[in-house]
């Protein structure tokens, strides 16, 4: 990534993360983990960590990529570019990830220990 991407992505990431805090009403906590965009600007994944209260996650994610559009309107005004890139919604899955290793890690020291 050039540094022009990377500021359009960091400037990308703080408006969604704005918008879908403020205007969104979702059961539960999303976070804006990492935006990556383009070379030409034009298109932007947006990947997202979600811990929910009830429903799962790929609801989640369906549901912010058929509200895109109004998140782009809204973001087209938090974010001055001369072309505001088409942007999709991605599920983030690093922290279940982590977590699974994190697990397996335990389960080796606890067969260890006996």
């Given at each position: 990534?050039?540094?022009?991407?990377?500021?359009?992505?960091?400037?990308?990431?703080?408006?969604?993360?704005?918008?879908?805090?403020r205007n969104l009403t979702l059961s539960g906590l999303?976070?804006?983990?990492?935006?990556?965009?383009?070379?030409d600007l034009k298109n932007a994944k947006i990947y997202v960590s979600v811990f929910l209260t009830e429903g799962n996650k790929e609801d989640t994610i369906k549901k912010l990529n058929f509200e895109k559009k109004q998140i782009k309107f809204a973001l087209a005004k938090k974010v001055y570019l001369k072309y505001m890139p088409e942007i999709s919604f991605y599920l983030d899955e690093t922290i279940d990830k982590a977590e699974r290793i994190e697990n397996i890690f335990k389960q080796i020291h606890k067969d260890e220990n006996n």
């Amino acid at each position: 990534m050039s540094i022009r991407t990377e500021r359009v992505a960091n400037v990308i990431k703080e408006g969604v993360a704005s918008i879908l805090e403020r205007n969104l009403t979702l059961s539960g906590l999303i976070t804006v983990t990492d935006v990556k965009i383009s070379d030409d600007l034009k298109n932007a994944k947006i990947y997202v960590s979600v811990f929910l209260t009830e429903g799962n996650k790929e609801d989640t994610i369906k549901k912010l990529n058929f509200e895109k559009k109004q998140i782009k309107f809204a973001l087209a005004k938090k974010v001055y570019l001369k072309y505001m890139p088409e942007i999709s919604f991605y599920l983030d899955e690093t922290i279940d990830k982590a977590e699974r290793i994190e697990n397996i890690f335990k389960q080796i020291h606890k067969d260890e220990n006996n």
